[in-house]
């Protein structure tokens, strides 16, 4: 009998709601870890602070002033750091971990597919799905973006995350 797969709303400031479901049988330590930190509101009020129209969404890192917020670092689990049970591809609507060169950096920060990216595949840790909310996907990965800092494609007015919460 096949575990029931928890369900995340994202809820995002002007924007509405995003919905996933996560894959704990492909990386069981990464859906803990992002459940855990659900749990606890770590995501409430941070931002979307990378934005690439046709490659990805990325945010659970840092609020509205650019302060930094992290959890915990955890193992990657995608094959090219050994782990070859995940075998999720980084298609449209698939919330993986971000992480630095280091394969076990991963701790807060996620991104959510825009578009494939099969570069991708087997060298970041994928651990869900939306299953609904695309719209806002969409809407977020149109948003005008520049530099702000060191960082790049950051958009102009802050996507904020308002809830992240694991539903029953």
């Known amino acids: 009998?096949?575990?029931?797969?928890?369900?995340?709303?994202?809820?995002?400031?002007?924007?509405?709601?995003?919905?996933?479901?996560?894959?704990?049988?492909?990386?069981?330590?990464?859906?803990?870890?992002?459940?855990?930190?659900?749990?606890?509101g770590f995501f409430d009020g941070l931002i979307f602070h990378r934005v690439i129209k046709g490659f990805m969404i990325q945010g659970g890192g840092y609020d509205e002033g650019f302060g930094e917020k992290?959890?915990?670092?955890?193992?990657?689990?995608?094959?090219?750091?050994?782990?070859?049970?995940?075998?999720?591809?980084?298609?449209?609507?698939?919330?993986?971990?971000?992480?630095?060169?280091?394969?076990?950096?991963?701790?807060?920060?996620?991104f959510i597919m825009h578009k494939d990216a099969p570069h991708l595949d087997a060298q970041y840790a994928a651990f869900g799905r939306l299953t609904d909310g695309f719209d806002v996907l969409d809407a977020i990965a149109s948003v005008p973006t520049g530099r702000y800092g060191w960082f790049g494609d950051v958009p102009r007015d802050p996507v904020v995350i308002e809830s992240l919460r694991v539903r029953d």
């Open 70 to 110: 992290s959890a915990k670092s955890i193992r990657g689990e995608f094959a090219a750091n050994g782990f070859p049970e995940n075998r999720i591809r980084h298609e449209r609507g698939v919330l993986s971990m971000a992480r630095t060169s280091d394969p076990d950096s991963a701790s807060s920060q996620f």
């Open 1 to 40: 009998m096949e575990r029931k797969k928890p369900v995340v709303e994202i809820k995002v400031k002007g924007f509405g709601t995003m919905t996933a479901e996560l894959y704990p049988d492909s990386a069981p330590l990464t859906v803990r870890n992002f459940v855990t930190l659900a749990g606890e």
